[in-house]
T-cell receptor, first 116, second 113 residues
Framework: AQKVTQAQTEISVVEKEDVTLDCVYE???????LFWYKQPPSGELVFLIR??????QNEISGRYSWNFQKSTSSFNFTITASQVVDSAVYFC?????????????FGAGTILRVKS | EAQVTQNPRYLITVTGKKLTVTCSQN?????MSWYRQDPGLGLRQIYY???????DKGDVPEGYKVSRKEKRNFPLILESPSPNQTSLYFC????????????FGSGTRLTVV
């Protein structure tokens, strides 16, 4: 069965610090997708990234970067030079690839507080 | 604009009073799903639908019903709400095949007293 673990319940940093959010997943499949979502205080889910299991290249988007390592089943997310607007709950999620019936399995989320 | 629309955004109700949370998407997606979000548990799937008249249970279906009579709509029904169904609910949709991009609604915050 699929499982996503975000061991960090809450992280507090001071603005401009770098912060890494950890995500460890479990799946028996060789083909799957990994996601990160941001949930700001307003409550909606904001899609950040989708990565398929065959693409282990790290990705950078502005201040955001993702480190995917199949060997350790991890998909960690780093925010460089954090800002107050980064304060949110961040979810890592996994989706196996099925012809039908696949679902998105979420981790418990990490609350990030960035203080000015 | 491509979107998933949930209504209402906020709802306070009393135990036992039947309610429906609506979900509609305008992207012609086959797949739709309901999730509930609770602190420390992340989002958990309640029900999903692969297409019209095809629905199936997710991980936490107890106390909920769904229907899929039209492709665009996927309402969540609570026949007899209880306080343990107080939660933040999300509807999501995507195509069955192709890129696995999920589109989420804005959420419905339900309080059952």
């Amino acid at each position: 069965a699929q499982k996503v673990t975000q061991a960090q319940t809450e992280i507090s940093v001071v603005e401009k610090e770098d912060v890494t959010l950890d995500c460890v997943y479990e799946t028996r499949d060789t083909t799957y997708y990994l996601f990160w979502y941001k949930q700001p205080p307003s409550g909606e889910l904001v899609f950040l990234i989708r990565r398929n299991s065959f693409d282990e290249q790290n990705e950078i988007s502005g201040r955001y970067s993702w480190n995917f390592q199949k060997s350790t089943s991890s998909f960690n997310f780093t925010i460089t030079a954090s800002q107050v607007v980064d304060s949110a709950v961040y979810f890592c999620a996994l989706s196996e690839v099925r012809e039908y019936g696949n679902k998105l399995v979420f981790g418990a989320g990490t609350i990030l507080r960035v203080k000015s | 604009e491509a979107q998933v629309t949930q209504n209402p955004r906020y709802l306070i109700t009393v135990t036992g009073k039947k309610l429906t949370v609506t979900c509609s998407q305008n992207m012609n997606h086959e797949y739709m799903s309901w999730y509930r979000q609770d602190p420390g548990l992340g989002l958990r799937q309640i029900y999903y639908s692969m297409n019209v008249e095809v629905t199936d249970k997710g991980d936490v279906p107890e106390g909920y019903k769904v229907s899929r009579k039209e492709k665009r709509n996927f309402p969540l029904i609570l026949e007899s709400p209880s306080p343990n169904q107080t939660s933040l609910y999300f509807c999501a949709s995507r195509q069955n095949r192709g890129r696995f991009g999920y589109t989420f609604g804005s959420g419905t915050r339900l309080t059952v007293v």
